[in-house]
């Protein structure tokens, strides 16, 4: 099966680094710059996947989780936080807002592939 992810980051190298991980695992990529585009893309198309920085402008990414949970079609896909904040509040608001998992920057490709897998079972 093909999966179809999306990932929100406001920095282009970590959107085009993630990128090129991910596809070449062949998995489908879309990509948006902050938590608004996110939320809009999610609204016109189905992802199975979502993987998104927690710092942006417009809409950080808790605040797109909280929104993509009140949708339905979003009720249990998998999101990921991505994030340079180790933490334990971001671990803490993470779960609050029902985010799946969060993912720790800078990361290795296999951690990374590794985390997409098990939340993709």
């Known amino acids: 099966m093909a ?3 999306l990932i929100c980051d406001d920095s282009v190298a970590m959107r085009q680094m993630v990128k090129m991980i991910l596809m070449a695992y062949h998995y489908g ?9 996110a ?11 979502i993987i998104t920085d927690v710092n942006m402008p417009k809409m950080d990414g808790l605040s797109l989780v909280r929104q993509l949970r009140t949708l339905p079609d979003y009720q249990f896909t ?3 936080l991505a994030t340079t904040e ?3 509040k971001i671990k803490k608001a993470a779960k609050a807002a029902r985010a799946t998992g969060w993912i720790i920057k800078p990361f290795e490709p ?5 985390a997409v897998k098990k939340v993709l079972r």
């Open 3 to 5: 999966y179809n992810i």
């Open 29 to 37: 990529i879309n990509e948006a710059n902050d938590g608004l585009e």
């Open 39 to 49: 939320l809009e893309l999610a609204k016109k198309y189905k992802f199975d996947l």
């Open 78 to 80: 998998p999101i990921l």
């Open 86 to 88: 180790p933490d334990g």
């Open 110 to 114: 296999d951690r990374l592939v590794a």
